[in-house]
């Protein structure tokens, strides 16, 4: 959805997804359209750092020149807050060992995201 070019490190971020899912039994983010999408993922792993943003060819979409999200709601007019729903609450889960491999497998930057290694 950014932009940012396909490595192998995409297969780590649908690994940890369907780790999670696999735990949960539901997907984690659900959305029914790019914009939906992008605030399920605002909501549980907060706002992209910059460095990603200027790695991405398609950021201007989602966020504005001092990479703030635009505000955003889903198809059920529902707004979502960047950060607000915690990891450990959406997957109802305190195992941290488990929270921190899920998280590293979904961090924005593909350069500092869990490897298969």
């Known amino acids: 959805m950014l932009g940012i070019p396909y490595t192998s490190q995409i297969d780590m971020w649908s690994f940890g997804c369907i780790v999670a ?29 910059k460095e990603v943003l200027e790695m991405s060819s398609y950021s201007h979409k989602f966020f504005d020149n001092d990479g703030y999200p635009y505000i955003m709601d889903n198809i059920k007019g529902e707004w979502k807050f960047c950060g607000s729903r915690p990891m450990r609450k959406l997957l109802d889960c305190d195992d941290r060992n488990f929270l921190s491999f899920v998280h590293h497998c979904l961090d924005w930057n593909p350069l500092t995201r869990y490897t298969p290694d």
């Not at 899912?21 to 539901?26: H, P, S, T, V, Y």
């Not at 997907?27 to 706002?47: A, C, H, K, R, T």
């Open 21 to 49: 899912e696999l735990f949960c039994g539901i997907p984690i983010f659900p959305g029914e359209s790019e914009w939906e999408q992008m605030s399920l993922l605002l909501e549980v792993l907060d706002v992209p750092n």
